[in-house]
């Protein structure tokens, strides 16, 4: 057996504590070949696509490869910004965010990275990058705030199997969920206050989730719980009545039952009941995305409008705002609590060995005898 790192490995190397941000993926281009590859991976997930490997095979690469790739490389063009994908640009200002706040309270002890489920830059390639930067306690945040088998479990398959090729094994923490933690709550609360106070307010919220076969319910996965648990929070906060707000799903695919309600056909049927304004929020979506640029605000704005809609007020994500970082270093500081220790944190070591030295300088000046 050999082991990626045997060679490198050391105990002697100072001990870091890494932080390990993660988020779905996206293509490194928006071409048909490119989404052929990213989709190849993120489809042959049996966590995403829970259908028997043969019969799927089949339909994956007689049918589906052959017709969404060049279908999705044409949303993706519609989406993409001179820097790339907007997912992979927000998710890396996120963990610029969070690594810059850190470093503030931790010095170089905390080693911040980021990386992709699917794609670039791979689990893989950051792990690597951390392991030779001596990181012997990790932290992994999925950036999922509610818990999904084919979101946050997958992440964890791919972290469980990549450390099956190396000697080194850090200790260990995975953020499974934070759909319910307050400072999220009360980030995604004041960013759709400001979007109010300066855009106006719409007849109806509409919180918007991802979704997931239908059937992935019946088998126990929380995830629909947890976007209506999110949501009711979130309303609460706001201050907002069961008639003011509703929890939708969107971005299905293929032709089994998704969850409900659909975001779309909700939006073509407001307006006939007199809903003629609405806002819409997706607290799913950590980053701006695909999904969101132009399945919401593009598609579905137009389905809405179309049906007799009159306003339809887009809120972003929470993208890398200041109170989306304050809400995540938050919750990384909590789980990494007991590994950040002066013992463990050189920087503090060096703070103290400093204060020592002033205060002997303060108590016997110019000796450097005592
Ligand atoms: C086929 C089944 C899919 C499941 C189940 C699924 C769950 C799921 N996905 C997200 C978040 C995102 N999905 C995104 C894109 C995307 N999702 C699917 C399919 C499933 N997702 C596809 C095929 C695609 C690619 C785009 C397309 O061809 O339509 C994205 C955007 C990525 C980007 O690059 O912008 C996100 C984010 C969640 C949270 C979730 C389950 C809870
Ligand atoms: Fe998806
Ligand atoms: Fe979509």
Request: with cysteine; charged share 25%; aromatic share 10%.
């Amino acid at each position: 057996m050999s082991y990626k790192g045997t060679d490198n490995f050391s105990h002697n190397k100072p001990e870091r504590l890494g932080v390990l941000v993660t988020n779905l993926g996206t293509p490194d281009a928006p071409t048909t070949p490119a989404l052929r590859r990213y989709l190849a991976e993120f489809l042959w997930d049996p966590r995403v696509v829970e259908v028997p490997r043969p019969i799927w095979w089949m339909i994956l690469h007689g049918i589906i490869l052959r017709i969404r790739p060049k279908k999705s490389a044409q949303g993706y063009a519609s989406v993409w910004k001179p820097e790339g994908s907007p997912l992979l640009i927000h998710t890396a200002k996120q963990a610029e965010g969070i690594r810059e706040a850190l470093k503030q309270k931790y010095g170089s002890n905390v080693v911040v990275g980021f990386a992709m489920r699917y794609g670039n830059p791979s689990i893989s390639k950051v792990l690597d990058e951390m392991q030779d930067q001596g990181v012997h306690k990790l932290l992994i945040l999925p950036l999922y705030p509610q818990y999904s088998a084919s979101t946050t479990a997958s992440t964890f398959d791919a972290v469980a199997a990549d450390f099956t090729r190396r000697r080194w094994l850090p200790d260990f923490r995975f953020v499974s969920h934070y759909h319910d933690y307050p400072p999220y709550i009360e980030a995604m609360a004041r960013h759709i206050e400001s979007h109010w106070s300066n855009h106006g307010r719409s007849d109806k919220l509409i919180l918007s989730y991802h979704g997931v076969p239908l059937k992935y319910l019946k088998k126990g996965d929380p995830y629909h719980c947890e976007c209506h648990k999110t949501s009711r929070l979130l309303a609460e906060r706001l201050g907002l009545s069961q008639d003011n707000y509703l929890t939708t799903f969107q971005s299905r695919f293929g032709n089994e039952e998704w969850l409900q309600p659909y975001t779309d056909e909700t939006l073509k049927a407001l307006p006939g009941k007199g809903v003629k304004s609405v806002d819409v929020f997706c607290p799913g979506f950590s980053s701006d995305c695909l999904e969101t640029i132009e399945e919401i605000n593009e598609e579905n704005r137009g389905y809405f409008l179309e049906a007799g809609g009159e306003g339809f007020g887009y809120i972003p994500c929470l993208n890398a705002t200041p109170g989306h970082i304050d809400a995540l270093v938050q919750l990384v500081e909590e789980n990494l609590k007991g590994w950040v220790t002066p013992e463990n944190n050189p920087e503090e070591l060096e703070a103290r060995a400093r204060r020592a030295e002033e205060r002997k300088q303060a108590t016997y000046p110019g000796r450097d005898d005592v």
